[in-house]
């Protein structure tokens, strides 16, 4: 300070240019901004209400911040640069504090301690636990926020020597760099915790497995699971694990407890909300917390919410993340009357249950109007069930799911009614009534318009939800957003693809599917069997269109880098790398292995071929046509030959006129894997050698150990070695001619992953039979 006196005397002595002031200013300014967004205390210091800390790098902002309403506040970290609408973005210290009175709220430094202080006196919480001597009182210190959103006291004679830090004390969440597990310098085992609406949760290492831990809830549903090694680091042989910084530094990442579930969630500047990149458990059966709730199960893992119930946070259904679980569509009766129950809520079955859901209480009664009148009369009661005794569940029910076989189980469900509503409503004049009874006859009768005139086809009429995950497309919708079916796509043996433009705007591929003489009812029925089908890996049908007795239309998403056989085969087109190669062959084996094993009802496609696999913008592989061979029946057959003229990625099966299997698509897979390895057509014969079939060449060399010599030369040698052993290894275990030698498309995802060896094939002896001399056509 002494020597900012001496320049502003030094400056009052002679006049100075107009820029220099300005300048002065500018500094005066910035160092006034500086001195509010510190991110040091100092012994004696503090900040108090609503004064805050701000990391360098301006990410992260540490003070008494608000989880919702304003009733108390907490101690925690939380991100600046993302919108409130983002949902969670604070980070809690691990002993959470109330605080009600945030006017008289301190946070200070003395000595090497932090405060949490109430009107300077009361002590609310201390950085070091009471008994534990800690650093010394009188050692002179400092806390600083970092730019990793850690709150660290050091030494300031030596910033290196951290004295206490709140990475050490997690809540629920864990930041980059935070640490999980037993740390000798905190002397403390480290774990995420959960505490809310009466449930708790835990995330603690085991350290007898490499990266495990254990997911536990409400102290008895411990489930063992195992972070992947591009997300911790190993630290003290296994006993602690690290989490990984991102490895864009543009990438906001954290990994969070729920109830019964553990994500990675990175912030996504598209979608402007957190996504997941890793979650555990991965679905619903797995999972029993993993829809939130009062979501359910689906039998095809997805989630749902029971009736009368709708998603808490719609956006992040979308997005495939339902831990926030559902909410109410009409609220009880005792909620809207000041805790006052007027038994007019309704109770309705929720049968076919696998098992009664989570954490039920007994309850003593009679009868099961006893136990439904016990629920009744409690407002936070939610369900009750009846057999043998009755069980009554409070303020949420958690794993729910159905059963696709008996035994079973059953529970009644309380829903709020619109009776209750009204009732706890104001009375309002009788003019607004009819006034609003006048509304209401209007919107009707504009909607029956609408209708009408729809069906007429006189109006653009946006698509409506079927049963199901599927939109139904009125025909002069698909034809409209096709340009009259005038930008072809391609063709096949099930039909003609368009590419269009749905209201949003959404790119569709619209496949109009011919030679169908099913009726409207069993085509509606088998196309949403074929809609619950979803994998990252399989292209998604959007919805469809029925009109008359012909024509039957599927909307799928549009694929923007087209079909696999464009890049492989075409000289225009990119050359994609073995990288790429690699990643589509192995999203390929997912998307079979999801359909074979994954769906309820397994699912064969018989026309795997490289035009049938699609690559989105990130050149992602999905699998396309899924599902025709239940959909087009008897005429299947007939299609499928006509598709190219060539049968060269269909097992011997079809030609010997055996069962179709799964193992079927396994030999097409290998056929495209080794396209894939070569960048050519399986059914080109070779200008040389003794084996000229293609196929029968890769598997001499693979048994000779010389697959490098099958790759595409385009590549110019640019291929992990072992990579392309291991996938000339599987394509040839894929391609034997008996069903049973095949490995199933799960065996084969594995493979490909590193996780089982893949051992050198036999040459399959249909192949041996086609040397160069002897008719190789039919192949």
Same mark, same amino acid.
């Given at each position: 300070?002494?020597?900012?006196?001496?320049?502003?005397?030094?400056?009052?002595?002679?006049?100075?240019?107009?820029?220099?002031?300005?300048?002065?200013?500018?500094?005066?300014?910035? !160092?006034?901004?500086?001195?509010?967004?510190?991110?040091?205390?100092?012994?004696?210091?503090?900040?108090?209400?609503?004064?805050?800390?701000?990391?360098?790098?301006?990410?992260?902002? !540490?003070?008494?911040?608000?989880?919702?309403?304003?009733?108390?506040?907490?101690?925690?970290?939380? !991100?600046?640069?993302?919108?409130?609408?983002?949902?969670?973005?604070?980070?809690?210290?691990?002993?959470?504090?109330?605080?009600?009175?945030?006017?008289?709220?301190?946070?200070?430094?003395?000595?090497?301690?932090?405060?949490?202080?109430?009107?300077?006196?009361?002590?609310?919480?201390?950085?070091?636990?009471?008994?534990?001597?800690?650093?010394?009182?009188?050692?002179?210190?400092?806390?600083?926020?970092?730019?990793?959103?850690?709150?660290?006291?050091?030494?300031?004679?030596?910033?290196?020597?951290?004295?206490?830090?709140?990475?050490?004390?997690?809540?629920?969440?864990?930041?980059?760099?935070?640490?999980?597990?037993?740390?000798?310098?905190?002397?403390?085992?480290?774990?995420?915790?959960?505490?809310?609406?009466?449930?708790?949760?835990?995330?603690?290492?085991?350290?007898?497995?490499?990266?495990?831990? *254990?997911?536990?809830?409400?102290?008895?549903?411990?489930?063992?699971?195992?972070?992947?090694?591009?997300?911790?680091?190993? &630290?003290?042989?296994?006993?602690?694990?690290?989490?990984?910084?991102?490895? %864009?530094?543009?990438?906001?990442?954290?990994?969070?407890?729920?109830? =019964?579930?553990?994500?990675?969630?990175?912030?996504?500047? %598209?979608?402007?909300?957190?996504?997941?990149?890793?979650?555990?458990?991965?679905?619903?059966?797995?999972?029993?917390?993993?829809?939130?709730?009062?979501?359910?199960?689906?039998?095809?893992?997805?989630?749902?919410?029971?009736?009368?119930?709708?998603?808490?946070?719609?956006?992040?259904?979308?997005?495939?993340?339902?831990?926030?679980?559902?909410?109410?569509?009409?609220?009880?009766?005792?909620?809207?009357?000041?805790?006052?129950?007027?038994?007019?809520?309704?109770?309705?079955?929720?049968?076919?249950?696998?098992?009664?859901?989570?954490?039920?209480?007994?309850?003593?009664?009679? %009868?099961?109007?006893?136990?439904?009148?016990?629920?009744?009369? /409690?407002?936070?009661?939610?369900?009750?069930?009846?057999?043998?005794?009755?069980?009554?569940?409070?303020?949420?029910?958690?794993?729910?799911?159905?059963?696709?076989?008996?035994?079973?189980?059953?529970?009644?469900?309380?829903?709020?009614?619109?009776?209750? *509503?009204?009732?706890?409503?104001?009375?309002?004049?009788?003019?607004?009534?009819?006034?609003?009874?006048?509304?209401?006859?209007?919107?009707?009768?504009?909607?029956?318009?609408?209708?009408?005139?729809?069906?007429?086809?006189?109006?653009?009429?946006?698509?409506?939800?079927?049963?199901?995950?599927?939109?139904?497309?009125?025909?002069?919708?698909?034809?409209?957003?096709?340009?009259?079916? $005038?930008?072809?796509?391609?063709?096949?043996?099930?039909?003609? *693809?368009?590419?269009?433009?749905?209201?949003? @705007?959404?790119?569709?591929?619209?496949? &109009?599917?011919?030679? /169908? =003489?099913?009726?409207?009812?069993?085509?509606?029925?088998?196309?949403?069997?074929?809609?619950?089908?979803?994998?990252?890996?399989?292209?998604?049908?959007?919805?469809?269109?029925?009109?008359?007795?012909?024509?039957?239309?599927?909307?799928?998403?549009?694929?923007?880098?087209?079909?696999?056989?464009?890049?492989?085969?075409?000289?225009?087109?990119? /050359?994609?790398?073995?990288?790429?190669?690699?990643?589509?062959?192995?999203?390929?084996?997912?998307?079979?292995?999801?359909?074979?094993?994954?769906?309820?009802?397994?699912?064969?496609?018989?026309?795997?071929? @490289?035009?049938?696999?699609?690559?989105?913008?990130?050149?992602?592989?999905?699998?396309?046509?899924?599902?025709?061979?239940?959909?087009?029946?008897?005429?299947?057959?007939?299609?499928?030959?006509?598709? &190219?003229?060539?049968?060269?990625?269909?097992?011997?099966?079809?030609?010997? =006129?055996?069962?179709?299997?799964?193992?079927?698509?396994?030999?097409?897979?290998?056929?495209?894997?080794?396209?894939?390895?070569?960048?050519?057509?399986?059914?080109?014969?070779?200008?040389?050698?003794?084996?000229?079939?293609?196929?029968?060449?890769?598997?001499?060399?693979?048994?000779?150990?010389?697959?490098?010599?099958?790759?595409?030369?385009?590549?110019?040698?640019?291929?992990?070695?072992?990579?392309?052993?291991?996938?000339?290894?599987?394509?040839?275990?894929?391609?034997?001619?008996?069903?049973?030698?095949?490995? $199933?498309?799960?065996? *084969?995802?594995?493979?490909?992953?590193?996780?089982?060896?893949?051992?050198?094939?036999?040459?399959?002896?249909?192949?041996?039979? !086609?040397?160069?001399?002897?008719?190789?056509?039919?192949?």
């Amino acid at each position: 300070m002494e020597a900012v006196k001496r320049v502003c005397r030094s400056l009052s002595r002679r006049p100075m240019p107009t820029s220099f002031f300005l300048l002065l200013l500018g500094g005066t300014i910035f !160092l006034a901004v500086s001195a509010v967004a510190r991110d040091t205390i100092l012994p004696g210091e503090g900040i108090y209400r609503n004064q805050t800390l701000v990391s360098r790098n301006g990410v992260f902002e !540490l003070g008494f911040f608000s989880p919702g309403a304003d009733i108390y506040h907490f101690l925690g970290v939380r !991100l600046r640069n993302t919108p409130a609408s983002a949902g969670t973005t604070t980070f809690w210290f691990g002993d959470r504090v109330y605080i009600t009175d945030l006017p008289r709220a301190a946070l200070e430094l003395f000595g090497a301690r932090l405060y949490i202080m109430e009107g300077g006196s009361s002590l609310w919480w201390s950085s070091v636990p009471a008994g534990d001597d800690g650093p010394s009182p009188a050692a002179a210190a400092a806390a600083v926020l970092l730019d990793s959103g850690n709150l660290v006291v050091t030494d300031q004679a030596d910033s290196s020597r951290v004295l206490w830090q709140s990475f050490d004390c997690p809540g629920d969440t864990l930041l980059p760099g935070g640490r999980l597990g037993l740390d000798r310098d905190a002397g403390r085992n480290i774990s995420l915790t959960y505490t809310k609406s009466g449930h708790n949760g835990s995330l603690s290492v085991d350290p007898s497995r490499r990266n495990g831990f *254990v997911l536990t809830t409400d102290g008895q549903d411990a489930i063992p699971g195992t972070f992947p090694d591009w997300m911790v680091s190993s &630290r003290e042989n296994g006993s602690s694990l690290v989490l990984n910084y991102p490895q %864009s530094p543009d990438f906001t990442e954290h990994l969070q407890l729920h109830l =019964g579930q553990v994500s990675l969630r990175s912030w996504s500047n %598209s979608s402007g909300s957190w996504v997941s990149r890793w979650t555990f458990p991965s679905d619903c059966k797995s999972g029993a917390f993993f829809c939130g709730r009062f979501g359910a199960c689906k039998s095809d893992g997805k989630c749902d919410c029971v009736d009368g119930f709708e998603p808490s946070n719609p956006s992040e259904w979308q997005l495939g993340y339902f831990v926030s679980g559902c909410s109410r569509s009409l609220p009880l009766s005792c909620e809207t009357n000041n805790g006052q129950t007027l038994h007019d809520d309704s109770f309705v079955p929720l049968d076919s249950l696998q098992r009664l859901p989570y954490n039920s209480q007994n309850h003593s009664a009679r %009868s099961e109007q006893d136990c439904r009148e016990a629920c009744a009369s /409690l407002c936070y009661c939610v369900a009750y069930a009846y057999d043998s005794g009755c069980k009554l569940w409070y303020h949420g029910l958690y794993a729910v799911s159905f059963a696709t076989r008996p035994p079973y189980s059953k529970v009644y469900l309380r829903l709020g009614s619109k009776l209750s *509503v009204r009732k706890g409503l104001q009375t309002i004049g009788v003019v607004s009534m009819v006034v609003g009874l006048a509304a209401t006859i209007c919107v009707i009768v504009l909607i029956l318009a609408l209708l009408w005139r729809c069906r007429r086809g006189l109006l653009t009429c946006r698509k409506f939800q079927a049963e199901g995950p599927l939109a139904v497309y009125p025909y002069a919708e698909v034809k409209r957003s096709t340009k009259n079916f $005038s930008d072809k796509l391609g063709e096949g043996g099930f039909g003609c *693809v368009f590419r269009g433009t749905m209201p949003g @705007p959404t790119a569709v591929a619209v496949k &109009r599917l011919k030679g /169908l =003489g099913h009726v409207d009812k069993q085509f509606r029925a088998e196309v949403r069997t074929l809609g619950v089908i979803q994998h990252t890996n399989l292209v998604r049908l959007l919805g469809f269109c029925v009109r008359g007795r012909s024509t039957r239309l599927l909307v799928y998403e549009y694929m923007p880098n087209g079909s696999l056989d464009s890049h492989l085969f075409s000289q225009d087109s990119c /050359l994609l790398t073995w990288d790429l190669r690699y990643r589509i062959a192995l999203g390929i084996a997912k998307g079979l292995a999801y359909l074979h094993e994954g769906c309820e009802d397994c699912v064969i496609h018989c026309d795997i071929k @490289p035009e049938n696999i699609l690559l989105d913008a990130e050149f992602r592989a999905k699998i396309a046509d899924f599902g025709m061979a239940k959909l087009l029946g008897r005429e299947f057959s007939s299609a499928l030959t006509t598709i &190219r003229g060539t049968m060269g990625y269909l097992a011997p099966e079809w030609v010997s =006129g055996q069962r179709i299997t799964t193992k079927a698509d396994v030999y097409s897979f290998g056929i495209v894997l080794l396209e894939i390895v070569s960048g050519r057509r399986s059914t080109a014969r070779l200008e040389s050698g003794s084996h000229r079939y293609f196929p029968l060449h890769a598997a001499a060399q693979v048994r000779e150990g010389n697959a490098l010599c099958l790759l595409d030369r385009r590549l110019g040698g640019d291929a992990s070695v072992e990579e392309l052993e291991v996938a000339c290894r599987v394509a040839c275990w894929c391609v034997q001619d008996e069903e049973g030698d095949r490995p $199933s498309m799960g065996q *084969v995802v594995r493979m490909l992953e590193g996780a089982v060896n893949a051992e050198i094939p036999p040459v399959p002896s249909s192949f041996m039979d !086609l040397v160069e001399g002897e008719n190789s056509s039919a192949y």
